[in-house]
C-alpha cells in the first residue's frame, strides 16, 4: 500500500485523488471523478445487493437483486416503504486510514431515514487484488409525504469523509474482523432470511396504513349507514309523537264535546224540573188562595142578614178576590217569570 496522503487529519481534494490514483479508497472504474468533494466523496445508489419495494404488478412483497443481478430501472420508495441499499462504490480502505459516514441533506429533508455504520474501519475491503473490495450497506426508509424515486448508479445518498491514521498502525486486519459481504448476503439475500427486518416497526406502520386505506371506504359507508338511521329514527319518531299528540287532541276534544252534551242534557232535564216544580208551587198558592177566597165568601154569607148586607158582602167577595188574583199575578211574574232584561243582563255579564 502506498502513503502518497499529506500529514492532514480530514483527507482534502487532492489527498482523495492521489489515494484513488493509486488504486486505493475505492476499486477502480467503481467511482466518479465528479463525486470527489473538498473534504469528502458522495456516495452513490449501486445496482446491485439490493433489496427494493415491488413495482406495481408485481407479485412479490418485495424485489431481490444479489450481486451480480442489477437492477436498471429507478427505484421508488412510497411513504412508508423500506429498502436496503448498498454504495455503488466499491471500497478498498488502506490500514492507515478511517472514514466517517454522513447522510445527504437533500434526502433527509424528503423524509428519508437512513440507517448505516458512522463509521468504516481501515483496512475495510482491502485485498491484494485490486478489483476486490466491498460496498456500504444502508438502510432506507420514507418517513415523508411524498415518493422519493432513487436512480442507481446516479443518486447520491451519503458522504464519506477519510481521515489518516496517527503512526504506529495495524496493517494485519485479520486481527479486526468486521460484517463482510458474505455476512450481508446471507443475513439479506438468503432465500429463508426476512428483508429488511432492521425496519420491520416502519413496514409495519405502511402495513397499517394500507389497511386503513382499505378499510376506511367501507368504515365511511357504515358511518353514513349509521347517520342514515338516526335520520330515519328521529323522522319517524316526529311523525310518531305527532300522530300520538293528534290522537289524543283528538280523544280529548271528544270527551269535552261528550261532557258539554251531558251538561246541556243535565240543564235541560233541571230546567223542565224547575218549570214542573214552579207550576206545582203555582198551583199550590192557587189552592191556599182559593181555600181563603172560599172561607172567606162562607165567613161573609154568615153574617149576611138583608139585601144590602148582601151587596156589601159582594162588594168585599169581589175586592178579596182582586186582591188574591193581584197577589197570585205578582207571585207569578216577580217569582216564576224573572225579567227578561235581568236575565240577559246577567247572561251577558257571565259571557263577559
Known sequence: MTN?????????????????????????????????RRAGYDLR????????????????????????????????LARGQVAFL???????????????IGVKFSLASKGVLILTGLFVDPG??????????????????????ESVTLVPGQTKIATVQFLRLDEPRETDISKWPSLGQQDIEKQFFDIMAQ?????????????????????????????????????????????????????INQKVDAQIADVQRKIAD????????????QQIVLFGVFLVCATLLGVSVTIILNFVANVHDMLVAIVGIVAITAIFGSALYIIYTKVFRPDPDVSNAGDHSHSE
Do not use: C
Open 86 to 100: 448498498s454504495t455503488m462504490e466499491r471500497l478498498r480502505m488502506p490500514t492507515d486510514i478511517t472514514g466517517h
Open 266 to 277: 243535565v240543564d235541560q232535564r233541571l230546567q223542565g224540573v224547575v218549570e214542573g216544580t
Open 4 to 36: 502518497t496522503s499529506p500529514s492532514s487529519v480530514v483527507f482534502n481534494f487532492e489527498a482523495i485523488q492521489q489515494r484513488l490514483d493509486h488504486g486505493e479508497l475505492f476499486v477502480r472504474g467503481t467511482w466518479l471523478a465528479s463525486s470527489i
Open 45 to 76: 445508489v449501486g445496482d446491485e445487493a439490493i433489496v427494493v419495494p415491488k413495482a406495481p404488478g408485481d407479485n412479490q412483497d418485495v424485489l431481490s437483486y444479489p450481486r451480480g443481478k442489477k437492477r436498471t430501472q429507478d427505484i421508488v
Open 124 to 145: 475495510f475491503g482491502w485485498t491484494d487484488d485490486m478489483q476486490q473490495g466491498e460496498s456500504l450497506h444502508f438502510l432506507m426508509a420514507n418517513l415523508g409525504a
Open 195 to 247: 428483508p429488511i427486518v432492521g425496519l420491520a416497526f416502519v413496514q409495519q406502520i405502511a402495513g397499517l396504513q394500507q389497511e386503513v386505506a382499505r378499510v376506511e371506504p367501507r368504515l365511511n359507508a357504515a358511518v353514513g349507514r349509521v347517520k342514515q338511521i338516526e335520520d330515519e329514527v328521529a323522522a319517524s319518531t316526529a311523525k310518531t309523537l305527532v300522530d300520538t299528540t293528534t290522537t
